[in-house]
């Protein structure tokens, strides 16, 4: 449940369409446009873009298209949840960054 409410937080980044989780497996959808849900042209490789930004940090994050999946140690302690979120919400604002600068937002 804390894995849950934590990572829900990840709605709020203006990349993320969808935060979801089952269990300790949790996946989040980056979108061009949050209010249509709108992806990204799939040629653009936007997940592939925050898998880089993700490895590049220390963090194992799958891209799945541009859904990003996780799937931590089922032994993490809350702080280290906390730890992981706040290095994915890094390897978000990363993204977005370089989203930006190559001009692939509206």
């Known amino acids: 449940p804390y894995l849950a409410t934590r990572f829900a937080e990840l709605a709020e980044h203006p990349l993320v369409g969808v935060a979801e989780t089952c269990g300790f497996v949790a996946g989040l959808v980056l979108v061009k446009d949050k209010a249509t849900k709108t992806t990204f042209d799939p040629s653009l490789a936007v997940g ?59």
Do not use: S, Y
């Not at 880089?52 to 940090?57: M, Y």
């Not at 290095?87 to 604002?93: E, G, N, Q, S, V």
């Open 48 to 106: 592939m873009v925050c898998r880089k930004r993700c490895f590049a940090n220390g963090l194992l994050m799958r891209a799945v298209g541009d859904r990003m999946l996780i799937a931590p140690p089922l032994v993490m302690t809350h702080a280290q949840i906390d730890e992981m979120i706040d290095l994915i919400k890094r390897c978000l604002d990363a993204t977005l960054e370089e989203v930006r600068a190559n001009g692939w937002l509206a």
